[in-house]
């Protein structure tokens, strides 16, 4: 069965965003060098994992504008992260074009029932970015099969939860690991997915 696996930046406090959907508290991760470390050479090997990346409206945007003109001499993930298929969830959006590579595909309908047929189709993992409206959507539903978070040494106080408006859920820890930067990437996953949740 394929995974879905949700990847964000966290504060320690657990908001992936502020307010207005700032992410100032990820600058001194995003400071550091985009061409070498082992945050890098770890998140490629992630991306070796997956084929198919999911996206809200608002980080499709946001990704469509800076990833497609980078290079590997820029980001060292650029090409593995530009060819990877991707999925755009969107009621207003008809085309999501992505520069000079495969365009993104664009599903206007139920985000929820889309993930649910791609879990039971072939292939590698699934992974979503931002996008915290669909992440919820997804957790609710129990779709949700590992948590990758970077959880940054800083506190909002209020802003944007990952986890809010879910039913109480216990996990299981995967893997801790620190980075340079004051960044901890944790690894989890649900102890208990409802059996609905899983393809039959």
């Known amino acids: 069965m394929r995974k879905v696996i949700v990847q964000e930046f966290t504060t320690i406090d ?13 600058a001194e ?3 550091a060098d985009p061409t ?9 090997r992630f991306l070796e994992t997956i084929d198919t990346i999911l996206l809200g409206a608002v980080t499709y945007r946001m990704f469509a504008e800076y990833w497609p003109s980078q290079t590997p001499e820029t980001e060292r993930i650029a090409d593995a992260l530009n060819s990877t298929p991707k ?22 309908g139920s985000a929820t029932e889309e993930v649910r047929r791609l879990r039971r189709t072939s292939g590698k993992d699934m992974v979503l970015w931002g996008s915290l409206s669909l992440a919820h959507s997804l957790m609710t539903e129990g779709l949700v099969d590992e948590y990758r978070l970077w959880v940054c040494a800083g506190l909002l106080g209020h802003g944007r939860s990952l986890f809010t408006d879910i039913d109480t859920q216990g996990m299981r820890w995967l893997e801790t690991k620190p980075y ?12 208990e997915i409802s059996r609905d949740a899983r393809p039959t």
Request: hydrophobic share 45%; no cysteine.
């Open 14 to 26: 657990g908001f992936a965003a502020g307010p207005n959907g700032e992410l100032d508290f990820i």
């Open 87 to 108: 999925v755009v969830f969107s009621r207003r959006i008809e085309q999501a074009p992505w520069g000079t590579w495969e365009p993104a595909r664009v599903v206007s």
């Open 180 to 191: 340079e930067n004051r960044v901890v990437s944790v690894r989890f996953e649900p102890s």
């Open 29 to 31: 991760f995003a400071a």
């Open 36 to 44: 070498a470390g082992e945050h890098v050479d770890d998140q490629l």
